[in-house]
C-alpha cells in the first residue's frame, strides 16, 4: 500500500508518495498535470520521508546539486529511459528535447522524449524542468511554466527564495 506526505516548498506543497517497500514513487506539486488522484496515494504517513525532506530542504537552501534517494519509477521502458536521461542533467544546465532524444539514439523522437518527460512522476528531484525547446525557450511543464522559469532561475544563481 502507498503512503503520502505533504510537506512545504517555495513551489508550494509538494505531495511526495512512497510505495510498499516505502520507496519514494512520487512527487506531486498542487495542480499538476497528470497528477495521480489523491485516493491514489494511499494513507497520510509523516514518518516515511525523512531523507526526501531533508534532502529537499537542502535543495532549496542551495547546499543540494544531486539528490541521492532511492527512487521506484512506474512508467514504460523508453519512459524509464527518459527519466534517467533526466538525472544525468547536471543542476544549473539545461538540455533540449531533441539532444535527449539524440542521447537516447533515437534523433527524430523528441516529441516522444517531451511526452515521457511531462509524465515525470517525481519532479523536482527527477528534474524535467531543466529540458527546454530547441531554441532554449521555455515549453510545456506539468508543473506550471512560471513554476519551471522559477526553478530555472534558482539553479543558475538568477534567482534565491
Known amino acids: 500500500m502507498k503512503k503520502h506526505t505533504v510537506t512545504d516548498s517555495p513551489y508550494g506543497p509538494?505531495?511526495?508518495?512512497?510505495?510498499?517497500?516505502?520507496?519514494?514513487?512520487?512527487?506531486?506539486?498542487?495542480?499538476?498535470r497528470h497528477r495521480p488522484p489523491q485516493e491514489s496515494f494511499g494513507p497520510r504517513d509523516d514518518t516515511l520521508f525523512g531523507?526526501?525532506?531533508?534532502?529537499?530542504e537542502a535543495?532549496?537552501?542551495?547546499?543540494l546539486k544531486e539528490f541521492t534517494l532511492p527512487l521506484r519509477m512506474a512508467g514504460t521502458p523508453f519512459q524509464r529511459r527518459v527519466w534517467d536521461q533526466l538525472r544525468r542533467i547536471p543542476y544549473g544546465e539545461t538540455r533540449?528535447?531533441?539532444?535527449?532524444?539524440?542521447?537516447l539514439g533515437n534523433p527524430g523522437a523528441s516529441r516522444a522524449v517531451g511526452l515521457a518527460n511531462g509524465r515525470n512522476p517525481i519532479g523536482i528531484i527527477v528534474p524535467c524542468h531543466r529540458?527546454?525547446?530547441?531554441?532554449g525557450g521555455l515549453t510545456g511543464y506539468g508543473g506550471g511554466l512560471d513554476r519551471k522559469q522559477r526553478l530555472l532561475d534558482f539553479e543558475s544563481g538568477t534567482a534565491l527564495f
Open 14 to 32: 509538494l505531495t511526495l508518495v512512497a510505495d510498499d517497500d516505502g520507496v519514494l514513487c512520487g512527487l506531486y506539486m498542487t495542480g499538476q
Open 51 to 56: 531523507a526526501a525532506e531533508e534532502q529537499l
Open 59 to 63: 535543495y532549496f537552501e542551495g547546499g
Open 96 to 103: 533540449s528535447y531533441g539532444e535527449l532524444a539524440e542521447f
Open 131 to 135: 529540458v527546454v525547446g530547441a531554441n
